[in-house]
């Protein structure tokens, strides 16, 4: 029998807009029904429009004066981006949360983005340091807190600076430990950068531990005919309470991490139980792959050089 899964009291957010990324269906859609419920204005930027509508519609059954709307965002796509954030921007109004929340996971086979990226660290990472990086006047506005969802692969592997793209060997993987990792030191050093520059939004990370989640089931558009063996062992432990977090529970780092009056930014929040694969959120210790200062600058250099979107350099 599965335990009752923790909980945590989130704010009232009346009158902020929040933005979650890859809120269609699992993690997401749990944080955007949770923040619409408490007063938000949910935009939900999501790359399947059909979808979206359904999860839409079921926010809107258990709240149905929740303020929620759809945009069209397909993160490996950096003309989608632009698009979407082009959209929002002449809407004009600025952005209180934003949870970077979208992301693929291990494609057998080495795929690449519309823009020729390694599948995973152009979702993962660069389709999100682009947004962020188009977004930033609405964020700055809005004062925003950034909540960047990275993964416990991120304490894994490393980044391979000599073959970013994975095109010598592919290793699904390790490309995925990469772009967590790689998306986590953008995280870090935007927290830094916004800090050093006066840009007034705070950045942090979130973690979901392990939960029976889409990320590793049947995905036939990243070549993934079945679900993984992993995943439904991942389900039959997690309905029975074992080991696994359910959505319910993997969402709530993330949600602590965007809205509770005691989460900082620049660090580190994931679930506090055994190995942190799930439990009520608590603040972690940085993965020592995240440590770098060097290395966050770095992987910020060549993000901007691979997106061709840039971020203001010192205070303006």
């Given at each position: ?234 389900r039959a432990l997690s309905a029975r309470g074992i080991l696994f977090g359910t959505v319910e529970s993997a969402l709530l780092p993330a ?62």
């Amino acid at each position: 029998m599965a335990k009752t899964p923790p909980d945590i009291p989130v704010p009232d957010l009346t009158g902020k807009l929040a933005v979650v990324t890859g809120a269609s269906d699992g993690v997401g859609l749990g944080l955007a029904t949770r923040l619409a419920a408490t007063g938000a204005e949910v935009i939900m930027p999501v790359r399947n429009p059909r979808k979206g509508e359904a999860a839409l519609a079921k926010i809107q059954a258990k709240h149905p004066d929740a303020a929620i709307s759809l945009r069209e965002l397909d993160l490996s796509s950096l003309a989608s981006v632009a698009a979407v954030a082009d959209q929002l921007v002449e809407e004009g109004r600025p952005i209180h949360l934003l949870v970077n929340n979208a992301g693929v996971m291990t494609p057998p086979e080495r795929q690449t983005t519309k823009d020729g990226f390694e599948l995973q660290l152009g979702t993962n990472h660069l389709g999100h340091f682009a947004l962020v990086a188009r977004l930033l006047p609405l964020l700055r506005a809005g004062k925003a807190r950034i909540t960047s969802q990275i993964s416990i692969a991120a304490d894994q592997h490393a980044i391979n600076w000599d073959d970013l793209q994975w095109e010598r060997r592919y290793n699904g993987n390790q490309a995925y430990s990469q772009s967590k990792i790689a998306f986590g030191l953008f995280g870090l050093e935007l927290e830094r950068r916004s800090r050093n520059g006066g840009w007034d939004i705070t950045s942090n990370l979130s973690h979901p531990g392990v939960t029976p989640t889409n990320l590793l089931a049947a995905r036939p558009e990243v070549g993934r005919g079945r679900d993984t063996t992993m995943v439904r062992v991942i389900r039959a432990l997690s309905a029975r309470g074992i080991l696994f977090g359910t959505v319910e529970s993997a969402l709530l780092p993330a949600l602590h991490a965007a809205t509770s009056p005691s989460a900082e930014g620049g660090h580190l929040y994931g679930p506090s139980g055994l190995r942190h694969l799930s439990g009520p959120p608590a603040e972690q210790k940085l993965y020592s792959r995240l440590r770098s200062e060097d290395d966050a600058r770095r992987i910020w250099k060549i993000s901007e050089e691979l997106t061709d979107f840039h971020f203001p350099a010192g205070r303006n």
